[in-house]
């Protein structure tokens, strides 16, 4: 229930996190598309890998926020306060830690951003709520880290412009980023938000226009093929208990000024 999937550099599939039967699982999983099969640890023989250790705290918790960086290892950004890398094929299952983050990020987002902040590998978490308290404290605030630096410290990014809990983050091609949707509780009413964010170049978030529907709980977005004489062609799809059946479709030359639904 709730595991996240990841890409790893030399091409299997990394299932982490989740829980099963109410329990949060602490481990992970690696797939072969070569072999179609599943791996196995060679010192305990196990069909798993341990998640990463030391306290409670550490536990993968729901979707953990995995990103498979350049030099091949795997940084955990999320969503809790800890963070920690992953060299599977060196040291399977052996993690190490690096600093926390400000606060946990339950049900926010977390992107690696391209050649951000003069590294490939720099990492953003965003929005997301604090675990013990729920979404009445959704964040609108944003850190970054450069995970292959000694201790991947995070610093404050530009803070959104509305709280946000259970939004969709999509890197565009010109490194500009799309936050969509979600919702937070504003004066004691759960507030759905319609409307998208746009990080431009400056790292400024500029409010979008308000789609037909919620992109709320279980919704996603995607990015389409675009023609070179045009920056991008998006599309937010909603699914789940809100579930609206339209597809909002962002138009690049539009971006800026209105969204088309089909």
């Known amino acids: 229930w709730y595991p996240t999937v990841t890409t790893m550099a030399d091409g ?12 949060r699982v602490n481990s992970y999983e690696v797939y072969d598309l070569t072999t179609q099969a599943w791996q196995t640890d060679a010192v305990s ?11 409670a705290s550490y536990s993968f918790s729901f979707y953990p926020r995995l990103h498979s960086l350049a030099d091949g290892r795997l940084f955990l950004s999320g969503p809790k306060i800890y963070a920690g890398r992953l060299d599977h094929p060196a040291a399977p299952g052996v993690w190490d830690m690096t600093s926390t983050s400000s606060s946990d990020r ?5 992107f690696l951003y391209p050649l951000g902040f003069g590294s490939p590998d720099a990492t953003v978490i965003l929005g997301g709520s604090n675990i013990a308290t729920g979404h009445t404290t959704a964040h609108q605030t944003v850190e970054w880290c450069l995970p292959q630096s000694p201790s991947a410290s995070w610093t404050p990014g530009p803070s959104l412009a509305k709280p946000r809990v259970h939004l969709n983050t999509v890197v565009l091609p010109d490194a500009t980023v799309l936050a969509i949707g979600g919702n937070a509780m504003v004066a004691g009413q759960m507030t759905y938000w319609r409307d998208a964010e746009w990080l431009d170049s400056s790292l400024t978030w500029k409010s979008m226009p308000d789609g037909a529907s919620d992109r709320d709980y279980h919704s996603t977005a995607v990015l389409l093929p675009g023609r070179p004489s045009t920056r991008i062609n998006f599309s937010c799809v909603t699914v789940g208990t809100e579930a609206q059946p339209e597809m909002v479709i962002f138009g690049v030359g539009a971006l800026l000024s209105q969204t088309a639904t089909r």
Request: hydrophobic letters at 30%; proline letters at 7%; a negative charge.
């Open 45 to 55: 023989g196990n069909a798993w890998f341990p998640g990463p250790l030391g306290t």
């Open 12 to 23: 299997k599939l990394m299932v982490s996190g989740g829980s099963h039967l109410d329990v």
């Open 106 to 110: 339950h049900d926010g987002s977390s």
